[in-house]
């Protein structure tokens, strides 16, 4: 069964009220996000484990509209039909994805509307080949969110298993430009390790410090958190292609570097 984690960060944490994100860890790692819209619009993403996500809409008295799917991997996807099957919601992935008993596809840069929650489908290829992010629009006043699967963890992002570095810097771009405030949740909680591996090449990295030393992990972060801590998305920085003796080096290749020592890491 899954775990809620309790300290849940909302959009009327961020100053609003129109959606409330409840953040679910599943099996060791994982996390599954369900979004509640004060319209009456719920959704879930990436529901790997079905159990959890009966248990939270069973308390709560929900009626699930629809099941967003990041990429084709079993942790992320093995829940979706057994949600499907006891709700009716439609499951939603990428034109095209390698992802089974889909009802909505949609491509690259779509956006898509559940009632009044407006989802705009990023493909971000590098993990696999299908992986995606989702972007929920800001309503007013409060702050867009984006559902990143295994593209970009806190501190970190994915590994490399079907596309190539570039493939992959070329995604995390799209995501750096995203407004600075997006509310980022990621697949997964890797962060600590992340964090770790962040100060082998920045040991001076203040933020990074401060966070690891907190111990607080628990989604949402921030594209502006990102951009100052995770050690992938600072491969344009001069003192990071320093640190790698790669001062010159193209931003893409100091990423590849960077994932390369990465993945020896752990
Ligand atoms: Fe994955």
């Not at 439609?90 to 989802?119: N, Q, Y």
């Amino acid at each position: 069964m899954g775990k809620i984690i309790p300290r849940l960060k909302t959009f009327s944490e961020q100053g609003g009220c129109m959606n409330r994100v409840t953040t679910i860890r599943a099996f060791d790692d994982n996390f599954i996000y369900l979004c509640e819209h004060v319209g009456g619009v719920v959704f879930v993403v990436d529901p790997g484990d079905s159990t959890a996500v009966f248990d939270i809409l069973k308390a709560r008295g929900l009626t699930l509209s629809a099941i967003l799917l990041t990429h084709h991997h079993f942790d992320h996807v093995q829940g979706a039909g057994r949600v499907k099957s006891a709700s009716g919601c439609e499951v939603v992935a990428l034109r095209g994805s390698r992802v089974s008993g889909v009802d909505r596809c949609i491509g690259d840069g779509e956006t898509m509307e559940l009632g009044p929650v407006r989802v705009r489908l990023l493909a971000t290829p590098g993990h696999t080949a299908d992986s995606v992010c989702y972007y929920v629009g800001p309503f007013e006043g409060e702050c867009g969110m984006l559902f990143t699967g295994d593209t970009l963890f806190t501190g970190g992002c994915g590994r490399l298993l079907e596309c190539d570095a570039r493939t992959m810097w070329d995604s995390l771009g799209k995501i750096a430009a995203l407004p600075e405030d997006t509310l980022v949740y990621p697949g997964h909680d890797y962060t600590q390790e992340n964090y770790e591996f962040a100060l082998t090449i920045e040991p001076g990295n203040k933020a990074v410090q401060g966070l690891l030393g907190s111990g607080d992990f628990a989604p949402p972060s921030t594209i502006s958190r990102e951009k100052e801590t995770n050690i992938f998305l600072r491969a344009t920085c001069g003192e990071v292609k320093a640190a790698l003796a790669m001062p010159d080096a193209p931003d893409s290749e100091v990423f590849a570097e960077l994932r390369r020592r990465k993945d020896i890491f752990g």
